[in-house]
């Protein structure tokens, strides 16, 4: 018995001198001083991710990154996804859901070009702000989805204001003497 004991804490003292150099794994599990759960690092088919877990083990934050971008979401004390940041290529996003995980906010670049939707309760885009070239637009829809009002700079820089009944067909439009067609 003296001798394992004696091979068990020259084991132990010689494991805290010498650190490996390197670790290999395909996954981690951080663990809280209970044995709780609170993160996991992994590597699965689609590539890289890290979760940090609140105390009753729900996603807190999750990052990942894989052959479809990269991204970064924060979760509620429910482990609801309410913000999410993501990019691709060279197109990034910003998303924000409310308690019932229904996006809301929505600020975007794709193609260089900026943009911002927000959504109703239901999860319909109500008001959508662009630039597209050099055409700046902002719409409004009504709670069907409908557009309504669109307000923008056009070609050549001429403002133009449409009004649209309830099928979303213009019944009205501002165009600013001077414009034509082209």
Partial sequence: MMIGALAIITLGAATDQEKPAEIRAKKFILEDNSGKERGVFSVGEKGVEMKLLGTEGKPQVTLY?????QGLYL???NGKERIGLWAKGK????AVSDSSEKQRLEMAIRNDQ?????SDADGTK??????E???SLL???????KLRIKLGMMRDNFPNLTLSGAG????????PDGYQEK
């Avoid at 719409?139 to 989805?145: A, H, K, R, Y």
């Avoid at 979303?168 to 165009?175: H, Y």
């Fill in 75 to 77: 979760s509620d004390v």
């Fill in 65 to 69: 990154a894989d052959d479809s971008g």
């Fill in 114 to 118: 900026p943009g911002i939707i927000l």
């Fill in 91 to 94: 197109d990034v996003q910003i």
């Fill in 139 to 145: 719409t409004l829809s009504d709670i069907n989805g």
């Fill in 133 to 135: 070239k050099t055409n």
């Fill in 126 to 131: 109500r008001i959508m702000m662009k630039i």
């Fill in 168 to 175: 979303g067909e213009p019944f009205w439009a501002a165009i």
